[in-house]
């Protein structure tokens, strides 16, 4: 068995039997108190959960500025004074309005679950 733990900080450690990698420490040595997993350093982790023989670390990536992409990530079409450039709250990427018309309440990045946030096609 293993344990993992997520700090208010979003901070991760893990401890337990390391068989198949699962603490997190690339390798399979047991550890007996809590160990810092460094691989998770500087990641906004959002949650943790252990499974039988691995352990599964849910993080929030950092959004692209749509000012660094000039074109759409689904028509491939550049953008213009009339074509705008609107963020997927699913997967980050960068799309026009009309690859883009969708809103969701249950966007992966969403920041307020009571919101309709835009999400691609």
Request: one cysteine or more; glycine letters at 8%.
């Amino acid at each position: 068995h293993h344990v993992a733990v997520l700090t208010t900080r979003t901070e991760v450690y893990t401890w337990g039997k390391g068989s198949n990698g699962r603490l997190g420490h690339g390798d399979t040595e047991d550890r007996n108190c809590p160990t810092f997993v460094k691989a998770l350093k500087d990641r906004n982790v959002k949650s943790i959960v252990c499974g039988s023989s691995f352990t599964v670390a849910i993080c929030l990536h950092k959004g692209v500025l749509g000012t660094e992409k000039s074109v759409c990530a689904g028509c491939r079409l550049s953008f213009s004074f009339t074509r705008k450039r609107h963020n997927c709250y699913n997967c980050g990427a960068v799309f026009c309005h009309a690859c883009s018309s969708r809103k969701s309440y249950r966007a992966s990045m969403a920041p307020n679950p009571d919101k309709a946030y835009r999400v691609c096609d």
